[in-house]
C-alpha cells in the first residue's frame, strides 16, 4: 500500500497479449496509486478515452467530457474550468506549463495521443504543487519510449496528419518521434470556391515532440524532451468591412513555442523519492491588424525540484521548488488593453479607439517558488494533507503565502467523503504590468476555494462523484474607466458556485460510458459595482459518452452534449463618429441577456483489421451528426441596426485512415 501522498511507484507489469485480443490490443500497466493530494483529481484512462467520439482519438480533448468543463471556442486554448477564466487555470507538461493546451481552442491538442502516460485533471482546490492561478491545473505526463521494439504510426484525415515513430536504443534507452500537421488550409484552398466568401480565414497548425530516455538503474532514469508548437491565423479582406473600415489588407497572429528539457527521476523501494527538471525554450507571439502591430517574445528557463519521504507510518513529508521565467522583448501599437472579460467596448470599431504606443527589449518576468505538504493518517482511513506555498513575482516584486488544506475519510470501503479549502493568488499577465501598456504597481488577485463532497465505488466496474463548491474571488485585476492610466486596477471581485455529478462504467464487449452534469454561477464585479454574469458562464453543462466494442474490429459510439449558452452584451444604439467615420455602439446592461443552448451529437464508427504485420484503421467521426444550428454570435450591420447570428461548427465528417508497424 503507497503511503500517505506519495506518489505512484513506477513499477509496470506488462500483460501478455491473448489469441482472442481484439485488433487494437496494447499493453497494460498496472500502478499502485497512493490517495489524491487534492479534493478533486480526475485521471484519464488514455486507451479507453481515445475511443471518444468527437475526439479523434486526442486524448486531452477527454477535458472537455469531465465535470466542471465549460465549452470552449476558438479563443481559449486552455478550458474554463469551474467558471474560471482560461487565462486562471494552468496545463502543465511533466511539471513545465505551456502556452495552452488546444490548437484553436480544441481542434487537436499540442501533444501526439500516443506519448500520452497520464491525464490529471483538477477543476479546483489543488495541491500546493501547482500555483499562480485562480482557476485549476492540468497535468499531463508523458509515457518513456518502448524500449523492446521498433514502432511506427500514420493518422491521415481532412482535419490533419500525424506521424509517429519509437524505437529501442539498446536494453535500457528508448527514443520517440511524433509530429502533426493541420490540413485545413489545403482543404480550403483546393475545395471551398475563391469567392465564397468576402472574408476568408485560414488557420494552420503544427506540433513535435522527441522524447529520449534512458534507465540508470531500477529506480533512476534519465529523459530527453524537446518539443514545441505553432498556431498561425489569416484573415484576407476583399475589401475593408463597413463597421471598421481599419481592417484593410490582411489581419494575421501567430503563437509559436519550442522547448527543450532534460529530467531526473528516482523512486527507490526505501528512502527519500525525487525529480529534478530544467527546460529552456523560446515563446514569440505576434499580432497585425493593419497599421496596428503587437509583437514581443523571448526566451523562458523553467525548473522543479521535488523530494518526497516518510516520516513514518503515518506521516510523509513532500517539498518542491520550481521557477518560471521569460525574458521578454516586444513592441505595441494598438489600443489601450482592457480587462479580459467583461468590457464590450473591446469589440468596438479600432477607428475609434485610443491608440497607444509601448516597445521594450528588458522585460524580465522572474516568478520562483516553494512549498511543503504533509500526508497525515491519524486513523485508519482518514487523510488530512495540510500545505503552503510561497510565490514571489519578481516583476511585480510581490510575494505570497497560499495555506491549503485537505481531508479524505474512507468511511467504509468504496466510499470516501472529501472536502477541502485553500487560498490561491493568480500572478497579473505580464503585460499588465508594463510600462506605458499596463500598471507596474498592479497586484496579484486571489481566490478562496472551498469544496465538499462524496465518491462511490460500485464493484470494479462502475463509480460515480457529487461535489458542490464555493469560490470567491477579490482584488480581481479590472480596466480602468475608459482605459485611463495607471489602465488596471484591483477593483474587482467575484464569486463562483455550484454542484458536480459524474458516473462512469464499464461493461463486457469493451463497452464503456460517462456522465457528466455541472450546474453553476460565475459572477464578477468591476469597481465595486453590482455583480454580472462572467461572459463564459454557463448554468447547465450536460455530457454523456457511450462506446461499444461490436467484435471482428468493429466499434460504434456516440458523444452528446447539452450547455447553456453564453451570457451577451446587448447592443441598444449606436451613434455616429464624425471623426472616424464610423458608427459606435451602444450597449446595454453587461451580460444581460443570454444565447440559445448549446447542443451537439457526435458519432463514431471505426473498423480495425490487419494485413501482415500491419494494424490498419479506418473511422468515420461525424461531428454534429444532426447539423445543429449553434449560436455564436452575431453579425451587425454598418449602422448597428440589423444583425444576424452567426452559426457554429456545422455537420463535419472527418474520415480519417490509421496504420500502425
Known amino acids: 500500500t503507497a503511503a500517505a501522498g506519495s506518489a505512484p511507484p513506477a513499477v509496470s507489469a506488462p500483460e501478455a497479449a491473448s489469441p482472442s485480443a481484439p485488433l487494437d490490443e496494447y499493453e497494460a500497466t498496472a500502478a499502485v496509486e497512493a490517495p489524491p493530494r487534492e479534493v478533486t483529481r480526475h485521471t484519464v484512462d488514455p486507451e479507453t478515452i481515445s475511443r471518444v467520439p468527437g475526439t479523434r482519438g486526442d486524448v486531452l480533448r477527454a477535458i472537455e467530457i469531465m465535470p466542471g468543463v465549460a465549452r470552449t471556442s476558438l479563443a481559449d486554448g486552455t478550458p474554463i474550468l469551474r467558471g474560471a477564466a482560461g487565462n486562471e487555470s494552468q496545463t502543465f507538461f511533466n511539471g513545465t506549463p505551456v502556452p495552452f493546451l488546444y490548437h484553436f481552442g480544441g481542434l487537436t491538442s499540442f501533444l501526439s495521443p500516443r506519448l500520452v502516460d497520464k491525464l490529471e485533471f483538477y477543476p479546483g482546490n489543488f495541491s500546493v504543487r ?26 491521415l484525415n481532412l482535419i490533419d496528419s ?9 536494453e535500457r534507452s528508448g527514443l ?19 469567392d465564397a466568401y468576402s472574408v476568408v480565414a485560414a488557420p494552420v497548425y503544427y506540433d513535435y515532440q522527441l522524447i529520449g530516455f534512458h534507465k540508470l538503474s531500477e529506480t533512476t532514469r534519465v529523459r530527453v524532451l524537446g518539443y514545441g508548437a505553432r498556431d498561425a491565423l489569416k484573415f484576407f479582406f476583399a475589401h475593408p468591412p463597413d463597421t471598421d473600415p481599419t481592417l484593410s489588407g490582411n489581419v494575421n497572429a501567430t503563437i509559436a513555442y519550442h522547448r527543450l528539457g532534460l529530467e531526473l527521476e528516482s523512486h527507490p523501494n526505501q528512502g527519500p523519492s525525487g525529480a529534478l527538471s530544467a527546460t529552456f525554450g523560446r515563446t514569440d507571439q505576434q499580432a497585425h491588424f493593419g497599421p496596428l502591430t503587437q509583437t514581443f517574445g523571448g526566451y523562458e528557463l523553467h525548473g522543479r525540484a521535488e523530494t518526497g519521504v516518510e516520516l513514518t507510518r503515518t506521516l510523509r513529508f513532500s517539498a518542491g521548488a520550481e521557477l518560471f521565467s521569460w525574458f521578454i522583448a516586444g513592441e505595441y501599437r494598438g489600443p489601450a488593453p482592457g480587462q479580459t472579460e467583461g468590457d464590450p467596448t473591446q469589440n468596438s470599431p479600432l477607428a475609434t479607439q485610443h491608440v497607444v504606443t509601448a516597445h521594450d527589449d528588458h522585460i524580465r518576468v522572474v ?42 475519510y474512507e468511511v467504509v470501503a468504496g466510499t470516501t467523503l472529501k472536502a477541502g479549502v485553500g487560498r490561491f493568488t493568480q500572478a497579473p499577465e505580464w503585460w499588465q504590468g508594463v510600462r506605458g501598456v499596463g500598471n507596474p504597481e498592479i497586484d496579484p488577485y486571489r481566490a478562496l476555494q472551498t469544496s465538499a463532497g462524496i465518491e462511490q465505488r460500485l464493484g470494479e466496474h462502475a463509480k460515480f462523484g457529487l461535489e458542490g463548491f464555493y469560490k470567491r474571488l477579490y482584488d480581481v485585476i479590472v480596466s480602468t474607466v475608459d482605459s485611463a492610466p495607471p489602465r488596471f ?4 471581485r467575484g464569486r463562483i458556485y455550484g454542484a458536480e455529478l459524474s458516473a462512469e462504467g464499464h461493461w463486457a464487449s469493451n463497452g464503456v460510458g460517462y456522465l457528466a452534469y455541472t450546474l453553476s454561477r460565475s459572477e464578477r464585479s468591476d469597481h465595486g459595482g453590482p455583480l454580472r454574469l462572467f461572459d463564459r458562464d454557463q448554468t447547465h453543462i450536460l455530457s454523456l459518452v457511450l462506446s461499444q466494442g461490436l467484435g471482428k474490429g468493429w466499434e460504434v459510439g456516440a458523444r452528446f452534449r447539452l450547455v447553456s449558452g453564453n451570457p451577451s452584451t446587448p447592443v441598444v444604439a449606436s451613434v455616429y463618429d464624425a471623426r472616424s467615420g464610423v458608427y459606435v455602439p451602444v450597449y446595454g446592461a453587461v451580460g444581460s441577456t443570454r444565447g440559445p443552448a448549446f447542443q451537439q451529437l457526435d458519432l463514431r464508427v471505426e473498423k480495425a483489421f490487419r494485413a501482415g504485420p500491419i494494424k490498419l484503421s479506418t473511422y468515420l467521426d461525424l461531428q454534429n451528426a444532426y447539423n445543429a444550428t449553434n449560436y455564436e454570435g452575431r453579425n451587425y450591420s454598418f449602422d448597428y441596426k440589423k444583425s444576424e447570428a452567426v452559426s457554429g461548427l456545422p455537420l463535419l465528417p472527418n474520415i480519417g485512415l490509421k496504420g500502425e508497424l
Do not use: H
Open 162 to 170: 500525424a506521424l509517429y515513430v519509437e524505437t529501442p536504443l539498446g
Open 367 to 408: 516568478r520562483p517558488a516553494a512549498y511543503v505538504e504533509l500526508g497525515y493518517q491519524p486513523v485508519q482511513g482518514l487523510l488530512l494533507l495540510p500545505g503552503a506555498r510561497l510565490d514571489y513575482f519578481g516583476d511585480i516584486q510581490q510575494a505570497e503565502i497560499d495555506p491549503r488544506l485537505a481531508a479524505r
Open 130 to 155: 501547482y500555483g499562480r492561478v485562480a482557476g485549476g491545473a492540468i497535468e499531463v505526463r508523458a509515457r518513456d519510449p518502448e524500449s523492446r521494439r521498433l514502432r511506427a504510426a500514420l493518422d
Open 176 to 194: 520517440a518521434i511524433a509530429a502533426r500537421r493541420s490540413n485545413i488550409d489545403f482543404i480550403f484552398d483546393k475545395f471551398v470556391p475563391k
Open 489 to 492: 486596477e484591483n477593483t474587482g
